[in-house]
């Protein structure tokens, strides 16, 4: 069974400053791990995703994140917080290899750009 | 290439009613996914089809939900009676069978008074 845990529902940064969102995860199984954002009424989309090859991984709209197996993380940061980064974030994690993909999601964490 | 269509977007139905919702996945998609989104959590899993055969339905609420994905494409889900509790957003998402990316939909919000 997998599990994550989203460190703070709300994170408020300025236009401009470093970003960091937290995940951390719970899996019996070598996971793959992925970063959604969501917009207000819209569906989810892709940001980045883990499946077992560079632990840095890159994203789209400038996001990475680092697979960190001995802490078992995997935080989400940009350098450069824009305005149009408000949104909210959710990490997922599966268990490759099994036939059952359906991704176990964190209850989000909302990002708020402040001017 | 067209992305996952859902309808319809928003929907009140009364407690004790019934509602369906229609998913279309990215063409080529073997794999379909319903999940639901309550207010301030993330999505839940639902229902998860591999072309037209079910291969995790172990959170669906089967005593109330249903769902069905004829000929391997498009897919229906249906609640009936719908509760107050079946508030939140539906979504829809497909995968290839080669990968673990999932596709969303816009989702539809569902509100029972």
């Known amino acids: 069974a997998q599990s994550v845990t989203q460190l703070g529902s709300h994170v408020s940064v300025s236009e401009g400053a470093l970003v960091l969102l937290r995940c951390n995860y719970s899996s019996s199984v070598p996971p793959y791990l992925f970063w959604y954002v969501q917009y207000p009424n819209q569906g989810l989309q892709l940001l980045l995703k883990y499946t077992s090859a560079a632990t840095l991984v890159k994203g789209i709209n400038g996001f990475e994140a680092e697979f960190k197996k001995s802490e078992t993380s995997f935080h989400l940061t940009k350098p450069s917080a824009h305005m149009s980064d408000a949104a909210e974030y959710f990490c997922a994690v599966t268990a490759p290899g099994e036939g059952r993909r359906a991704l176990t999601f964190g209850s989000g964490t909302r990002l708020q750009v402040q001017p | 290439e067209a992305g996952v269509a859902q309808s319809p977007r928003y929907k009140i139905i009364e407690k004790r009613q019934s509602v369906a919702f229609w998913c279309n996945p990215i063409s080529g998609h073997a794999t379909l996914y319903w999940y639901q989104q309550i207010l301030g959590q993330g999505p839940k899993l639902l229902i998860q089809?591999?072309?037209?055969?079910?291969?995790?339905d172990s959170q669906l609420p089967k005593d109330r939900f249903s769902a069905e994905r004829l000929k391997g494409v498009d897919s229906t889900l249906k609640i009936q009676p719908a509760k107050l509790e079946d508030s939140a957003v539906y979504l829809c998402a497909s995968s290839r069978d080669s990968t673990y990316e999932q596709y969303f939909g816009p989702g539809t919000r569902l509100t029972v008074t």
């Open positions: 089809f591999q072309n037209n055969g079910v291969v995790d």
